[in-house]
């Protein structure tokens, strides 16, 4: 093989990974926590859902301190309600006086507007949802890399959700589920994680390729 021809089967090699590398979506990347506590990445933002929670707050499950340890700077977080189960003000202001970050939930949900404009990595589209017991809920669907990605939360009404189009990652707990089939509600989604488990509930998947039991702590995966 003479040199020229080496160097042109090498630049070509070259050209073909770097677009390859530079058309490649994102992958997001998800680890279960806990409970309804979820983290998500694609290598540049932390986006948090429902955690810091209170461990083991209602019997739910208990998770391992490290979590909070792992957190990196100026990541976000998202809170469906404040219940202990879902919500820890003392570790919050513990996480954002070591490395910051922007919190949101109920109190400012008028400034999401304002974070979907100039915030260009993924947006956030709220829906002000019902939960007994709690004065203001919301469910999330974030946008990112091209996925929407549904959280519930709490809520026990699946009419929300059941009008939410093509989502493709929907986290739901148990009941919503059982309410969208009571009232023949359809949800639009690709898959589904069920979250809000006690530690040891037996729940029987009758889909595993549509349906992702969140019962297995430490848990990653990509959507
Ligand atoms: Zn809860």
Redesign the pocket.
């Known amino acids: 093989m003479n040199k020229r021809y080496i160097y042109l089967l090498a630049l070509i090699v070259f050209f073909t990974i770097s677009t390859r590398l530079f058309t490649q979506t994102p992958e997001i990347q998800v680890k279960f926590i806990g ?2 506590g979820v983290h998500l990445t694609d290598g540049k933002n932390n986006l948090y859902v429902d955690f810091p929670y209170k461990s083991g707050a ?1 019997n ?1 499950m208990t998770y391992n301190p490290a979590e909070l340890d792992s957190i990196p700077d100026n990541a976000y977080f998202l809170f469906t309600h404040k ?1 202990p ?2 919500y820890s003000k003392k570790m919050l202001n513990q996480i954002k006086s070591k490395h910051k970050g922007n919190v949101f939930g109920k109190w400012n949900i008028n400034e999401f507007t304002k974070f979907n404009t100039t915030f260009t990595d993924f947006t956030i589209e709220t829906f002000e949802t019902k939960h007994h017991f709690s004065f203001k809920h919301y469910s999330y669907l974030i946008t990112w890399h091209g996925k929407k990605i549904y959280f519930s ?2 809520t026990e009404s699946a009419v929300t959700i059941a009008n939410v189009e093509q989502i493709d990652w929907a986290f739901i707990p148990t009941w919503i589920w059982t309410d969208a089939k009571e009232n023949n509600l359809q949800i639009n989604a690709n898959m589904f994680a069920i979250y ?1 488990l006690y530690p040891d509930q037996s729940v029987t998947n009758s889909m595993p390729e549509k349906i992702k039991l969140l019962n297995k702590q430490g848990e990653r995966w990509s959507l």
């Open positions: 409970n309804c209602f739910y219940h189960d879902h939360g709490d809000h």
